[in-house]
């Protein structure tokens, strides 16, 4: 439910995954992006309300939230995964009836790519192929890790806001790069490309970050200079502090 950013990027995955495009449904409520979805997405039902299926996911905004569970609950799903950030489990639950097997999760927007990667949780009334089969959806972006719904909030304030502090990083660099008297187009085709190497190079050689770190940072180096720049400006403590506090906010709306 929802042909938005994470609706349409979720049905894009699931097709690229195998799946059949008259296996999906998208419940759309809006008339102009349903006629833009059914010619993006040939042999997908596209409509203003859900259909029955074997599991749907909220991908609604929360606002939205209530008015699209309870047409789910019309229409009888005994799998609904939200996505939506800071609604409860318990409220989700309230609004779908207590014999609907719920999950949340937390997305992030490299999921745009089929790089993201989500944190889920389930309610009581979920069972272990539950579990799997949300896995298998949001498997179609990304990577997929089960946290209990408390750990949330926490989630939320790292990987779901995650991408915009890289962002962050990356517009600093570009800038820093420009100022040392790079070029606008080089430095950021340096900046975008170390994001990217250093990224792939952390995942794929499986080292700690301090390892890899290390390996750069000869001693008396051009790298320990830079870093030591970094360990003085308490950078590290920075990035503490706002995961925190994207946490604590991800707590107050979900109140
Ligand atoms: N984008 C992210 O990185 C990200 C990360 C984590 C979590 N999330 C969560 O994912 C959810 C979706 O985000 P998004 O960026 O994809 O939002 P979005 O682009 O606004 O997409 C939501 C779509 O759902 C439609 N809609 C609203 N009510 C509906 C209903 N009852 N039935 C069918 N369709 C309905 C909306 O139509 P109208 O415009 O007409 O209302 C809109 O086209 C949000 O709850 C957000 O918290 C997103």
């Known amino acids: 439910m929802g042909g938005g950013n994470m609706g349409t990027a979720l049905v894009r995955g699931l097709l690229a995954a195998g799946w059949a495009p008259g296996s999906l449904a998208v419940a759309e409520a809006d008339a102009v992006r349903r006629s833009v979805l059914r010619a993006q997405l040939p042999g997908t039902e596209v409509g203003p309300e859900p259909v029955a299926a074997d599991g749907a996911v909220v991908a609604v905004k929360p606002a939205d939230g209530e008015s699209a569970c309870r047409s789910l609950a019309r229409v009888g799903v005994s799998?609904?995964?939200?996505?939506?950030?800071?609604?409860?489990?318990?409220?989700?639950?309230?609004?779908?009836?207590?014999?609907?097997?719920?999950?949340?999760?937390?997305?992030?927007?490299?999921?745009?790519?089929?790089?993201?990667?989500?944190?889920?949780?389930?309610?009581?009334?979920?069972?272990?192929?539950?579990?799997?089969?949300?896995?298998?959806?949001?498997?179609?972006?990304?990577?997929?890790?089960?946290?209990?719904?408390?750990?949330?909030?926490?989630?939320?304030?790292?990987?779901?806001?995650?991408?915009?502090?890289?962002?962050?990083?990356?517009?600093?660099?570009i800038e820093a790069g420009v100022a040392a008297g790079l070029s606008q187009t080089v430095s950021r085709a340096l900046v975008l490309q170390t994001l990217a190497g250093s990224a792939r190079l952390l995942v794929e050689s499986g080292e700690t970050p301090q390892g890899l770190s290390a390996r750069v940072a000869s001693p008396g180096g051009t790298t320990e200079a830079g870093l030591r720049v970094l360990r003085d400006r308490g950078v590290a403590g920075a990035f503490a502090q706002a995961v925190a506090k994207a946490a604590e906010r991800s707590r107050e709306l979900g109140r």
């Open 79 to 173: 799998r609904v995964v939200s996505l939506m950030a800071g609604v409860r489990l318990a409220r989700l639950e309230s609004w779908l009836g207590s014999d609907v097997a719920v999950i949340r999760a937390m997305p992030n927007t490299p999921a745009l790519v089929g790089a993201g990667i989500s944190a889920i949780s389930g309610g009581p009334a979920v069972r272990e192929e539950d579990l799997e089969w949300t896995e298998e959806v949001l498997g179609a972006v990304g990577k997929v890790v089960r946290v209990p719904e408390r750990s949330l909030d926490a989630v939320t304030g790292l990987s779901g806001s995650g991408p915009a502090y890289l962002f962050y990083v990356a517009e600093a660099m």
